[in-house]
């Protein structure tokens, strides 16, 4: 009997499926979720969706967008167009007389509910884009599994 309760516990864990969505908090105020599915609560309650798979990837490009944001290399208007998974970036980076700034907006469509984040708002300076991003990057590595 034993035996059977043993196998039949084992079974239950490879035949439950794992997570396959990543649930990251615009505001940095509630943990990450794990989940199969995106629900119109998780919308409401302020969550962004990206592909559990692809997590590495799209925390690799929100890192590049902060290393644009360091350096000043743009002479003309430039278009950003990347995709990570669900996920795609695609923004603008625009030459000002003080600084370059930059606008991109990731968006995520997964359960068909399409959801988007404003990364980095031109209306700010590249600073704080980079502070906010330095410190959303920190609350998903240090919240992740």
């Known amino acids: ?82 995709d990570a998974g669900a996920t795609s970036f695609k923004g603008i980076r625009v030459p000002l007389a003080e600084e370059e700034r930059m606008d991109i907006v990731m968006s995520t469509n997964v359960d068909g509910s399409k959801t988007t984040m404003h990364l980095c708002d031109a209306k700010l300076s590249n600073a704080n884009n980079a502070f906010f991003i330095t410190t959303w990057v920190k609350y998903i590595r240090d919240n992740m599994k």
């Open 1 to 82: 009997m034993k035996p059977i309760l043993l196998l039949l516990f084992v079974l239950s864990f490879s035949i439950l499926s794992a997570q396959k969505l990543l649930l990251i908090d615009k505001k940095i105020t509630l943990p990450l979720k794990y989940t199969n599915k995106f629900t119109t609560q998780d919308k409401i309650d302020g969550y962004f969706p990206i592909e559990y798979a692809s997590r590495a990837k799209f925390i690799d490009e929100v890192e590049k967008v902060l290393k644009l944001l360091q350096t000043k290399t743009a002479k003309k208007p430039e278009t950003y167009l990347v």
